[in-house]
């Protein structure tokens, strides 16, 4: 499996960037992607997770009502919409993947950075 991470850049406060994971390597029925974020010093945390099959959607307090996840199951691609953005979204920004199943996540991306500044 290979995630493939993208669409990061820099961003005055409150503008917008959207952020793609193109995955590949197998075929996606009972897996969950979600997006982390690992901020300098800070530990790395989940940001929104989706499921493939529901679509079923998760999201950090501190992101509600500003990102959106999403999936294109023909494109096998995840998106993350990051609106409103704040400086303190600042972050490498990793899509990730996992079984339903699994209570851990198994295949990362490479990481892509996302810079707000105020």
């Known amino acids: 499996v290979q995630l493939q991470a993208s669409g990061g850049g820099s961003v005055q406060a409150g503008g917008s960037l959207r952020l793609s994971c193109e995955a590949s390597?197998?075929?996606?029925?009972?897996?969950?992607m979600a997006w982390f974020r690992q901020a300098p010093g800070k530990d790395r945390d989940l940001v929104a997770s989706i499921t493939w099959n529901l679509g079923t959607t998760y999201y950090a307090d501190s992101v509600k009502g500003r990102f959106t996840i999403s999936r294109d199951k023909a494109k096998v691609m995840v998106y993350l919409e990051m609106n409103s953005l704040k400086p303190e979204d600042t972050a490498v920004y990793y899509c990730a993947l996992r079984s339903t199943a699994a209570t851990t996540y198994s295949y990362w991306g490479q990481g892509t950075l996302v810079t707000v500044s105020s």
């Open positions: 390597g197998r075929t996606f029925t009972n897996w969950q």
